[in-house]
């Protein structure tokens, strides 16, 4: 596989073989955008859809030149992707070429396909809600469970040479066509200027990105599936700012040490040990874990079923909706945990647990907290 530089000797077009070192770059390539003296990459990026680069760097003497439009993304599946130039890198997840593909797949009417007889070990891996190994979808031509043919691969068995999916194959009919894709960007890294990466993949049940670590500039996540959001700042974290929009869905974990945050996106668990977080629209959260001095306001009118407090501030005071949001269970060891004046009516499921010393509750004039001591 080889390694192509963008020069931009010719035009702004991806598709010109004059704008890189030696060639256009093909499936497996690694890419670098080091110079934009001539000409910044912003045109014909969307085209690049069927293509699994191994890797993609913007550099910091790419300067603040943008990589794709707002309009027209560079659209493809990589391995590995790094931030450190001044501009936008505008991004879209796709479906690459097929891992494996062929005919005979057996379903069963279970959450399990058989496949013919070969050597499936290239595409063996954990979990993917693990975020390790690859994030991987099976393909059944015809099958159409849903409206759709994908199906997330939940393991492999290179032995009885079978795959778990999600959803259950609806159908018992076959054989079927079958192909195995790695249509999704594993790991994102931002270290300064600005990522829009809309992750949607049409047909796609799986998730689209497996790692995005902010450390500097900001990072929008428009669209799409996620697995793992990290935002951890390089010194001061003045500038390192996360968007997450309302779109993106499965998001499991969030671990913040620094920087803002606003999270219109319901997760799983949030972690933070610093910085501000923002629950935004109608976002859920099922588990916050805040330490240090980290600072939470609760925006949403969605649902917080467990909030544990060591220490910093969580916030209900500003909120967005009229109809307020929900916390079910919330143990505070140390800090503000402030109720205050939102628009609308928190609801507090159970009593406040205070578990620590040096804890304030602050409350609404109008508005009772129970409180109950461990």
């Not at 043919?149 to 054989?175: E, M, Y």
């Not at 998730?207 to 959001?229: C, W």
């Not at 099922?286 to 969580?314: E, P, Y």
Request: proline content about 2%.
């Amino acid at each position: 596989m080889a390694t192509q530089s963008w020069t931009g000797n010719t035009s702004t077009s991806f598709t010109a073989s004059g704008n890189w070192t030696s060639a256009v770059p093909l499936d497996g390539d690694t890419i670098y955008f080091s110079d934009a003296s001539t000409n910044a990459c912003t045109a014909d990026c969307a085209g690049q859809g069927a293509k699994n680069f191994a890797a993609i760097y913007v550099t910091e003497s790419y300067a603040t030149a943008d990589v794709g439009t707002a309009a027209a993304p560079l659209t493809c599946t990589a391995d590995y992707i790094s931030m450190r130039g001044g501009g936008t890198l505008f991004l879209k997840g796709s479906r690459g070429s097929s891992l494996l593909n062929g005919s005979g797949a057996s379903i069963n009417g279970t959450a399990t396909v058989t496949l013919p007889a070969g050597d499936y070990s290239s595409v063996a891996f954990a979990n993917p809600v693990t975020g390790s190994g690859y994030i991987l979808e099976l393909d059944l031509v015809g099958e159409g469970v849903d409206g759709t043919d994908v199906h997330d691969i939940l393991s492999v068995d290179d032995g009885s040479n079978t795959v778990d999916v999600s959803p259950a194959p609806s159908s018992t009919s076959g054989p079927h066509d079958w192909a195995i894709y790695n249509d999704f960007i594993d790991k994102v890294f931002v270290y300064s200027g600005r990522v829009v990466l809309d992750a949607l993949v049409a047909n796609s049940a799986n998730r689209a990105v497996g790692l995005v670590s902010a450390f500097d500039g900001t990072t929008n996540l428009s669209d799409g599936k996620f697995i793992t959001l990290d935002q951890h700042a390089r010194g001061r974290g003045i500038n390192l700012q996360v968007i997450v929009d309302s779109a993106v869905d499965q998001l499991t974990t969030v671990s913040q040490s620094a920087g803002v945050l606003l999270l219109s996106a319901s997760v799983t668990t949030l972690n933070m040990d610093g910085g501000r977080c923002e629950l935004k629209s109608a976002a859920n959260l099922t588990t916050l874990n805040m330490r240090r001095h980290s600072r939470f306001q609760f925006n949403s009118s969605g649902t917080i079923t467990t909030v544990d407090q060591t220490d910093g501030q969580w916030t209900y005071r500003f909120n967005e909706t009229s109809g307020g949001g929900t916390v079910t269970t919330a143990t505070v060891q140390r800090g503000v945990f402030d109720t205050g004046n939102g628009r609308g009516t928190l609801t507090m499921t159970n009593p406040v647990n205070i578990d620590g010393q040096g804890v304030r509750i602050i409350a609404d004039v109008d508005k009772a907290v129970a409180i109950a001591n461990q």
